[in-house]
């Protein structure tokens, strides 16, 4: 199998390139998107079915064409399910329209590059040469690909304690992918959860648990005892942020507090850094950058990353009748006691133990941070000195233009990355705005080494 562009991977990231390319690519063209999900496009976060789960991006804000900024709201409007640009429309909505986009552009069979979706994994790139990459798929077939773009997303995170401190009697009791909903039909109206993680992914589980009749008690325990925050649609304009000269990550958030503290809105401030944020991490020191990971990230993901503020007043009235508990604090160990899961935990600043007995244990940490460990194909990329890890856990090493650098900081010729996978270059490259200008970006320098070279790989082979 001989392809001029190989797409990797099944979530966001891929459909958006994908769709760039079909719009870009002649029609003597071929692409293989390679991928094993089903759900192609449309990945975790854009699968689900349950109405309460929302974007956290105004419609507005969510075409995946950048140069067609009211590509979504049109759509909406067409399927009858028109929503002001400043509000949120459903997830599930926002997966057909996707769907709807991409097949739009495959029915124009005459007018595009020829696409083949291939339902399976590249668990491995064999060897690089004149013609291009060489992947396998699922250990047996090889694929070539003149030009590859790598879009694998991250995996889940783990548990927040380690493996050998989990009781094995209760382990049935513990979800670990809570993304799979069905996980729902199996608790009680007056179980009582207990939700490890504190983020947007235990909002999503919190609000699935009401729509389903749950009325039990809910825990919810992470480090910091940190909750989200909403969207406010009266704060006004972005502001400028006043940055001092310096980087150091101590005198940045210095003098963000005290543009806010000189009455702007924080949500005006934090607006504002949006357009700057990738190339204020470029000016950090690798020093600078693992200290904002480390003492600062936090805060900046509840602040930074806000949600539907419909959603938050549902959410919050529970914290306020006290149905919801936060607890700040380090797990220790989860045991088990007649049936139900003992979470132990050392509260934050303290140094004696306490202990949430729940019916369930949910692991609402998120996706990890964007690592490589989750990916075979990776991992043997990087053994190959092929890609070189971040090692602060930030994907691989990129350029600017998405081109992927093996371990000595050289551009691999017709290799790009897409998505998450490219947070060590770019920081902020986990949401639809940012992710759609880069595989634009990253489509056009494919075409335009296409129409440049003008022989496609089936016409030299």
Request: charged share 25%; aromatic share 6%.
């Amino acid at each position: 199998m001989a392809y001029d562009v190989a797409v990797v991977g099944a979530g966001f990231s891929a459909i958006a390139v994908t769709i760039n390319l079909l719009k870009q690519l002649p029609c003597d063209c071929s692409i293989a998107v390679i991928g094993d999900d089903p759900g192609f496009g449309r990945g975790t976060a854009y699968r689900s079915e349950f109405y309460i789960h929302r974007l956290n991006v105004p419609a507005g804000r969510m075409s995946v064409l950048p140069e067609e900024p009211n590509n979504f709201l049109e759509w909406l409007e067409k399927k009858g399910r028109s929503v002001s640009p400043e509000l949120f429309a459903s997830r599930n909505d926002y997966g057909l329209y996707l769907r709807d986009t991409l097949a739009g552009l495959l029915r124009n069979r005459n007018g595009r590059a020829r696409v083949d979706f291939i339902r399976r994994k590249a668990t491995g790139c064999v060897t690089s040469d004149a013609d291009g990459w060489r992947f396998r798929i699922d250990g047996t077939a090889d694929l070539l690909a003149r030009q590859v773009v790598l879009c694998l997303g991250v995996g889940a995170a783990r548990l927040p304690v380690k493996d050998d401190m989990i009781d094995h009697a209760i382990r049935r009791r513990v979800i670990e992918s809570p993304w799979r909903l069905s996980w729902l039909s199996r608790v009680g109206r007056d179980d009582s959860i207990c939700l490890l993680g504190s983020g947007l992914t235990m909002i999503d589980q919190v609000l699935a648990l009401r729509a389903q009749g749950h009325r039990g008690a809910i825990h919810v325990l992470s480090r910091r005892g940190l909750l989200p925050h909403p969207h406010d649609l009266r704060h006004g304009a972005p502001q400028k942020p006043e940055l001092p000269e310096t980087r150091e990550i101590s005198q940045i958030l210095a003098a963000l507090r005290k543009q806010v503290r000189s009455g702007v809105a924080w949500r005006s401030v934090m607006d504002g850094l949006r357009p700057i944020t990738q190339s204020l991490w470029q000016e950090l020191t690798d020093a600078q950058k693992a200290r904002f990971l480390r003492h600062a990230m936090p805060w900046w993901n509840v602040h930074r990353h806000r949600i539907d503020p419909a959603l938050y007043e549902r959410f919050i009235g529970l914290v306020e009748g006290g149905t919801l508990i936060n607890h700040a604090g380090y797990v220790q160990a989860i045991d088990e006691n007649r049936g139900r899961a003992c979470i132990h935990y050392r509260p934050r600043g303290e140094q004696s133990q306490r202990t949430i007995a729940a019916d369930w244990v949910v692991n609402c940490t998120g996706m990890e941070r964007a690592g490589i460990a989750h990916s075979p194909l990776l991992r043997e990329m990087r053994d190959n000195e092929i890609v070189s890890a971040n090692p602060l856990g930030l994907g691989i090493e990129v350029d600017t233009q998405s081109r992927v650098m093996n371990n000595r900081g050289e551009i691999q010729p017709g290799l790009f990355a897409v998505g998450a996978l490219t947070a060590s270059r770019f920081w902020e490259i986990t949401a639809v705005p940012d992710i759609r200008v880069q595989a634009k970006a990253v489509a056009d320098h494919i075409a335009a080494d296409c129409a440049q070279d003008g022989t496609h790989i089936a016409q030299a082979l």
